[in-house]
């Protein structure tokens, strides 16, 4: 169901529109003139405009070119479809109107089937743009540089000024805080974009593969090497080879590693000719590499030749107010992928979410906000849903503290939480059983578990089918 603002000085032509869009079970506005018309705009959600050009005071074009100028930060909203109707003869006008931003016009009195198909037509178009939209922002969200806090800021200058260099890049970050994305921005960002992004998590390498994974090798280098084997660094020809959890790498290989970069040239494993080699290093790892290189782990002298430029990406504990953005973005993700259906999230929900520390960060925020997306059955995701979904700890963490209370006060808190929590899971999961007609197996698969699970998540929360 749409919201249609039909805006007409003729009383009957008003009404006639109305019923039409009435009876394809629209939500319809009036407005007499330009002027009705564009106060309704600024307090009322339209999805269509019907609008009359020829009006006294505030006429049709002054609506248009109000509608025109609208932006983000102005109270109209600037992509509204809006047919247009117009007399006999004034089809020049018409035209007009279309060049100043109208969808479509009819001629008075407008054809009903003509009528409803443009607005069918509108209306999808406005979903479309929508759906676009939300892609946008999926994209983005994937790349984990959503944001405006002054730290997200910095890291996008500093990503700015890294892809103008083909120096190596040391990224360091916690678990889940984007580096991978990071290190994609500045590649994306380069003269080497045309080039491949190869990547490689070295710690999920085992050792022996290591060099023969970086430098290729040649037949015969050992045990099942049947041909000529092209390493990382030579698919990265020409792009960019990014090496995830660079501390991981095995201390015999990474003087191997810092030869490779001193010189730009690699050996095959079993070879004995050097390769020249063209691709931009791109290292980032979770650990403290410092403390490595004191401890005897990580050499110095690389780890010096991969901070060149250095770049730190914060936790998302310290840009809090990034966090609303983030799950926007992530919920339109799950739209895209889920469908439309996924909900909204409400402010207080949105305010929980945002008082969690995430020790899994950026990652860690998208997983939720999919389990949100997933297990909430009304149109929109409440605080207490997010209570549920929340691990216990940020309960705790986030809750507020009874100074001076009694320890039997902080115990009974503790298990009145447990309680709510419970009951909160077990509303959940009947909501669930129920929209699917206690089809356990359907039910199931739309809060993401396994059907054995659902079975034993019932039964621990005391939930039985209804008698047949």
């Keep these: 169901m749409a919201t249609v603002l039909i805006v007409d000085d003729e009383k009957n032509v008003r009404l006639a529109v109305q019923r039409l869009f009435d009876l394809d079970e629209h939500r319809t506005?009036?407005?007499a003139d330009g002027d009705e018309a564009l106060r309704q705009l600024a307090v009322e959600d339209v999805d269509l405009m019907i609008l009359d050009l020829q009006m006294p005071g505030t006429d049709g074009f002054a609506v248009l070119e109000a509608l025109r100028v609208a932006?983000?930060?102005?109270?109209?909203?600037?992509?509204?479809?809006v047919i247009v109707l117009t007399g006999h003869g004034s089809i020049a006008s018409a035209v007009k109107a279309v060049k100043a931003g109208a969808h479509d016009f009819l001629e008075k009195p407008p054809d009903p089937e003509r009528l409803m198909l443009s607005a069918r037509n509108a209306l999808r178009l406005t979903q479309l743009r929508a759906e676009n939209r939300e892609l946008r922002g999926a994209l983005r969200a994937r790349r984990g540089l959503i944001g405006d806090h002054p730290l997200m800021r910095a890291l996008r200058a500093e990503i700015g000024r890294a892809a103008t260099t083909s120096s190596p890049v040391l990224i360091t970050g916690e678990n889940g805080t984007g580096k991978e994305m990071v290190a994609t921005a500045i590649h994306e960002a380069s003269p080497r974009r045309a080039g491949p992004f190869v990547a490689v998590n070295c710690a999920a390498l085992p050792a022996e593969l290591f060099e023969s994974e970086l430098f290729g090798a040649e037949p015969g280098a050992f045990t099942g090497a049947t041909r000529r084997r092209a390493g990382r660094f030579e698919r990265a020809a020409g792009g960019t080879l990014f090496l995830d959890e660079i501390g991981e790498?095995?201390?015999?290989?990474?003087?191997?590693?810092?030869?490779?970069?001193?010189?730009?040239?690699?050996?095959?494993?079993?070879?004995?000719?050097?390769?020249?080699?063209?691709?931009?290093?791109?290292?980032?790892t979770n650990r403290d590499l410092r403390a490595a290189m004191a401890a005897g782990a990580f050499r110095q002298d690389l780890f010096y030749r991969?901070?060149?430029?250095?770049?730190?990406?914060?936790?998302?504990?310290?840009?809090?107010?990034?966090?609303?953005?983030?799950?926007?973005?992530?919920?339109?993700?799950?739209?895209?992928?889920?469908?439309?259906?996924?909900?909204?999230?409400?402010?207080?929900?949105s305010a929980l979410l945002a008082a969690y520390d995430y020790p899994g960060n950026v990652r860690e925020l998208r997983n939720l906000v999919e389990r949100l997306a997933l297990l909430a059955s009304a149109g929109s995701i409440e605080a207490a849903d997010v209570r549920v979904v929340l691990p216990a700890a940020a309960a705790a963490t986030s809750a507020p503290m009874i100074t001076g209370a009694p320890a039997?006060?902080?115990?009974?808190?503790?298990?009145?939480?447990?309680?709510?929590?419970?009951?909160?899971?077990?509303?959940?999961?009947r909501r669930a059983l129920e929209r699917h007609r206690w089809h356990v197996t359907r039910a199931a698969r739309a809060l993401g578990l396994e059907r054995s699970h659902l079975h034993r998540k019932m039964k621990a929360l005391g939930i039985e089918p209804p008698p047949d």
């Design 29 to 31: 506005l009036l407005a």
């Design 71 to 81: 932006g983000p930060d102005r109270a109209l909203p600037g992509e509204i479809p």
């Design 306 to 349: 991969l901070a060149v430029l250095p770049i730190a990406v914060p936790p998302l504990r310290e840009r809090r107010e990034d966090i609303p953005a983030l799950a926007e973005a992530f919920l339109a993700e799950a739209r895209q992928q889920h469908g439309s259906r996924v909900p909204r999230l409400t402010p207080g929900a």
């Design 249 to 284: 790498i095995p201390p015999p290989l990474q003087a191997k590693l810092l030869r490779a970069l001193d010189t730009m040239t690699i050996e095959r494993l079993g070879g004995d000719q050097p390769i020249r080699i063209d691709a931009r290093l791109i290292a980032a």
């Design 408 to 429: 039997t006060a902080a115990v009974s808190a503790e298990a009145s939480f447990k309680e709510s929590l419970r009951e909160a899971e077990r509303a959940i999961v």
